[in-house]
């Protein structure tokens, strides 16, 4: 997507990506995040998540590959550089849960060259439940 093409009533729905067991494990080491939430399930089983869960940042980087995936709006044409992202965790998400996100515009700013977007997504699992927001700050090319 271009510049141009992030109108204020943009919004976007992405594809729906499962989350495995095999993720965790590969974020986890890949991470150094080795927290028996993530990797325990005797551990998690008592905790009051009631078994294991995804690591946020797991989710989060999920989130925004999803979104360099809309089926109508591809950002390959177009993405230039992510800027920053931030996110805040609303409920947990658990192996096999199946993400999907809505994005809108939050924000833009037209440069000389190219333009700066932040997108606001809601994150939802599989039952329409908020799992987390997140917003991420792009660097597009104009047309």
Known sequence: MYFEEFTDDFKEKSKGRTITEADIVLFSTMTGAHNSLFLDEEFSSKTSFGGRIAPGYLTASM???LIYLFPSA????????????????????KIGDTITCESTVKEKRERQEDGIVTLHSDVFNQNGDKVMEVEHTIMVKKQ
Do not use: H, I, R, W
Not at 79 to 90: D, I, P, Q, W
């Open 74 to 93: 591809p950002f390959e044409k177009g993405f230039v550089a992510l800027l920053g992202s931030s996110f805040k965790a609303k409920k947990s998400v």
């Open 63 to 65: 989130a925004t590959g």
